[in-house]
């Protein structure tokens, strides 16, 4: 006897490996990694940048990696900047995080490993090893995620973030013109293959010092007549509308 043919259609995924990375960098004077004051000309001000890497293949990826700054990048800054702290976040599918920092001394500590389990959503980098007064020259992250076959679990679309924090120690009169640039990289793998380098880079103001003449204000609370011996209560306002 002949059956009945049956038929299943399915789809074959390209087996190309694409990253995605948007990276900002802003003024933050207070550490918070929000925007907040103004990088000033020699004062040393607080700076904050987030990168964001994300698997933007059909398929998941064995590992997804942020490099800070990129390797590559001609107009990297990043030896201006000296990092103190940081934080990240895991992406979907990511077991593992292993943080490795090149120090500017060259007196690099060891890596740094981190499991998903039991981990907050958003893990603190307190400080990245370095002796004191170094600060690093280079900060990648790396995460993992690997199933028992040993493929990749790092799912489609999932994102990583990784958000550094520090001084804007060495900035000079040629960032007030041109603005103080940096870029960053992101790449990942599965056991067949590596994908191309994504890249992103900000760019942030730096001003000169510029201090406010300020604006003031002052009240007697409505009362408009002061008859003699009578108590008058008043306040006085004064905003510094300055960068220092």
């Known amino acids: 006897t002949v059956g009945t043919n049956v038929n299943y259609i399915f789809t074959i995924q390209p087996d190309t490996i694409t990253v995605g990375l ?45 490099t800070e700054p990129s390797p590559t990048a001609a107009n990297s800054e990043f030896a201006k900047i000296d990092a ?11 077991t593992q995080a292993i943080l490795s920092v090149v120090c500017r001394s060259g007196a690099d500590p060891a890596d740094g490993y981190f ?12 400080d990245f090893g ?6 690093p020259e280079s900060i990648t992250i790396t995460y993992l995620g690997r199933d028992a076959a040993g493929e990749g679990t790092i799912e489609p679309n999932a994102a990583a973030t990784l958000d550094i924090h520090g001084i ?20 990942a793998t599965t056991p067949y293959t590596s994908s191309a380098a994504a890249l992103a880079c900000a760019t942030v103001t730096v001003d000169n010092p510029a201090p406010g003449i300020g604006s003031q204000s002052k009240s007697s609370a ?3 007549t002061i008859v003699p011996g009578q108590d008058m209560a008043f306040s ?9």
Do not use: E, H
Request: charged share 15%.
């Open 115 to 126: 499991t998903r389990a039991g981990s907050p959503a958003v893990v603190p980098i307190d």
């Open 168 to 187: 804007a120690a060495g900035v000079d009169a040629s960032d007030v013109s041109n603005g103080l640039t940096n870029c960053a990289r992101a790449d």
């Open 22 to 66: 948007t990276k900002t960098m802003y003024a933050d004077n207070a550490g918070t990694f929000t925007r907040n004051g103004d990088i000033v000309l020699g004062y040393d001000s607080g700076i904050s940048m987030g990168l964001t890497a994300r698997n933007l293949s059909a398929a998941p990826v064995r590992t997804l990696r942020i």
């Open 84 to 94: 103190t702290n940081g934080r990240f976040t895991w992406p979907t599918g990511a």
């Open 222 to 224: 409505g009362v408009q």
């Open 236 to 244: 006085v306002g004064f905003k510094n509308t300055g960068n220092i």
């Open 130 to 135: 370095c002796d004191p007064g170094v600060s």
